[in-house]
């Protein structure tokens, strides 16, 4: 398995601002997600990190609006850029432990108000 | 497609009932993995099981269980005797072989347990 935090746990923020996500795991792995959750609703994956490569984006997400870096194996940040409420939502980050098991942090929740 | 549906919104049960929570997939690769997710009030997602499309049999573990079936496309989650703490959104998830990692997630149901 694997340990996984995130800072922020949560904040709230005003429209027009960025703010960094960090994600620090306890063990290298190649593999890094972001997801974000909307209220009430289902995980929907933002990007995939690997370290040495540039982030993959999803279909609807751009790397603008949300930039990720990923300088090493046991560390990466999302930025949620020129924020608007649409943005509020928990931002998840994962990883990829081996044998195709997923684990997740504990998520960062963000009120865009 | 590739797509996972759990037709169930939300249930409540009372404590000690079982609750099965159903979960329907779609892929065209002959390989994936099914997951399950429970996720508690404090947002957190917490691995519950893996299994391969090439391991039909059933797991149990403590008072959860699954059953996949490969002949209807679906992979349920059954809690015995449910306990309060058992409340939770519990989502069902699909990696396919194709595509890289990219993990599909049912909607998730949200299950209610009163004491």
């Known amino acids: 398995s694997a340990v996984i935090s995130q800072k922020p746990s949560r904040d709230i923020c005003q429209r027009g601002t960025s703010l960094t996500i960090q994600c620090q795991v306890d063990?290298?792995?190649?593999?890094m997600f972001w997801y974000r959750q909307q209220p009430g609703q289902s995980l929907t994956l933002i990007a995939t990190?690997?370290?040495?490569?540039?982030?993959?984006?999803e279909s609807g997400f751009v790397i603008d609006k949300f930039p990720i870096s990923r300088p090493n194996l046991t560390f990466s940040t999302l930025t949620v850029s020129n924020m608007s409420p649409e943005d509020s939502s928990i931002y998840l980050c994962?990883?990829?432990?081996?044998?195709?098991?997923?684990?997740f942090g504990p998520g960062t929740r963000l009120t865009v108000t | 497609a590739q797509k996972v549906t759990q037709a169930q919104t939300e249930i409540s049960v009372v404590e000690k009932e079982d609750v099965t929570l159903d979960c329907v997939y779609e892929?065209?690769?002959?390989?994936?993995?099914l997951f399950w997710y429970k996720q508690p009030p404090s947002g957190e997602l917490v691995f519950l099981i893996r299994?391969?499309?090439?391991?039909?049999q059933n797991e149990i573990s403590g008072r959860y269980s699954w059953n996949f079936q490969k002949s209807t496309s679906s992979f349920n989650f059954t809690i015995t005797a449910s306990q309060v703490v058992d409340s939770a959104v519990y989502f069902c998830?699909?990696?396919?072989?194709?595509?890289?990692?990219?993990?599909?997630f049912g909607a998730g149901t949200r299950l209610f347990v009163k004491a």
């Open positions: 299994r391969n499309s090439f391991d039909e």
């Open positions: 994962s990883v990829e432990a081996g044998r195709y098991e997923q684990y």
């Open positions: 063990s290298q792995v190649t593999m």
């Open positions: 892929t065209r690769d002959t390989t994936y993995y």
């Open positions: 990190a690997n370290q040495g490569s540039e982030a993959t984006y």
């Open positions: 998830a699909l990696i396919p072989n194709t595509g890289g990692f990219k993990t599909i």
